[in-house]
């Protein structure tokens, strides 16, 4: 038996931004963000919270399993734009489905953060820990983005996605995930700093920052040694993988890492189009539209693969 995926679920905020109202905000313009990031329109959040897009999408999920949410027993929210320190987005999640039953946390593995999720929820489950859990990737990426800097503003979106996972027949054959902490600081967002009684400071202001080539090179290099160690564990060659659902970081990334890799890039779904960069929530939205569109047989054979902040990176091969 292997930890697989019985129901997939997404939620994108209905407020949607094309390029060309960014070239109002910055200097930019439509074909740069195409030409440089693949991307034409984005997803941003007006009301929506972190927690009530996760929410959304975990419904979603959990109707697609056709699952009473009681039997849920372990809830991950990876995100690193919370909307709350406490109570964590899980805990809001659990008590807005009903999921009485569940142990609830969050995880930060920035862009990693689905990955990182399935990762934990697999080593619960394999260990008798839990039997189904539910695992969300969820992002306000908009409230953490300086919408003066051309660099990021383009870039990132608001959206999240989620998965039900429990012990079948055909599931997780392979998972890895890396850390390289030395390099953190090409992607950045701080939060508050100490401010208390003994120190006083003015309330702090601060948004991402990212030396977007630096994370480019990390990731063309990371992403193809990181799915080869993944497919040699397994023993599964890269010809035998029916899709690479790769982070929607900048569709030149999936572009390079297929050509790197020698796999044709029709074997490499995107949405990054029309759902810009969403951090963790991006390979479940992905998932969930590959799901429900009818391109994922069982039996068929998934790459899923995460990359960005912290620096994080890892992936997974599933059997459908
Ligand atoms: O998801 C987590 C991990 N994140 C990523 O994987 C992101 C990885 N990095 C990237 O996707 C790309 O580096 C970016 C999309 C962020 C930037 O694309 P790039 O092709 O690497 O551009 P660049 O930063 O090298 O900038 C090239 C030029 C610069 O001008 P000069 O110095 O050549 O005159 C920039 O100032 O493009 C300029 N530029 C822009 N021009 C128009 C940067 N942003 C913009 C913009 N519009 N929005």
């Known amino acids: 038996m292997a930890t697989g995926i019985i129901g997939t679920g997404s939620y994108l905020p209905p407020t949607v931004i094309d390029n060309n109202e960014l070239a109002k905000l910055v200097k930019t313009d439509d074909e740069w963000i195409r030409e440089h990031t693949g991307i034409v329109e984005r997803h941003i959040a007006t009301d929506e919270t972190t927690s009530y897009m996760a929410t959304e999408a975990a419904k979603a999920a959990i109707k697609n399993a056709d699952l009473d949410p009681k039997k849920i027993d372990l809830i991950i929210v990876a995100t690193l734009s919370a909307e709350r320190a406490t109570p964590s987005m899980s805990c809001i999640v ?60 383009i870039l990132f979106a608001d959206g999240a996605g989620a998965a039900i996972v429990t012990d079948k027949e055909h599931g997780i054959l392979s998972s890895i995930t890396h850390s390289d902490g030395s390099k953190g600081m090409s992607l950045k967002c701080k939060d508050r700093s100490t401010r208390n009684f003994l120190v006083r400071k003015q309330e702090d202001k601060h948004y991402i920052q990212m030396i977007g080539p630096d994370i480019f090179k990390f990731a063309v290099r990371r992403v193809p040694a990181c799915i080869d160690l993944l497919l040699q564990r397994a023993g599964v060659s890269k010809e035998d993988v029916t ?76 059997e459908w």
């Not at 990182?116 to 983005?145: C, F, N, P």
């Not at 759902?275 to 969930?288: E, F, Q």
């Not at 047989?297 to 992936?315: R, S």
């Open 94 to 153: 659990q008590d807005k489905i009903g999921a009485v039953n569940a142990t609830c946390f969050d995880l930060n593995a920035a862009c990693s953060g689905f990955v990182y999720a399935l990762q934990t929820a697999d080593a619960y489950i394999q260990t008798g820990l839990a039997k189904t859990a539910l695992i969300i990737g969820a992002e306000t990426l908009s409230k953490l983005v300086d919408w003066k800097d051309r660099s990021t503003c």
């Open 243 to 318: 899709y690479y659902v790769l982070h929607q970081a900048n569709a030149r990334i999936v572009a390079s890492v297929s050509k790197k890799m020698e796999i044709p890039i029709e074997k490499f779904p995107m949405n990054i189009e029309h759902c810009g960069n969403t951090s963790s929530a991006s390979i479940p939205i992905l998932l969930d539209e590959m799901n429900r569109s009818g391109m994922l047989k069982e039996g068929d054979k998934v790459v899923i693969c995460g990359f960005g902040g912290g620096l994080t990176w890892g992936a997974q091969l599933i």
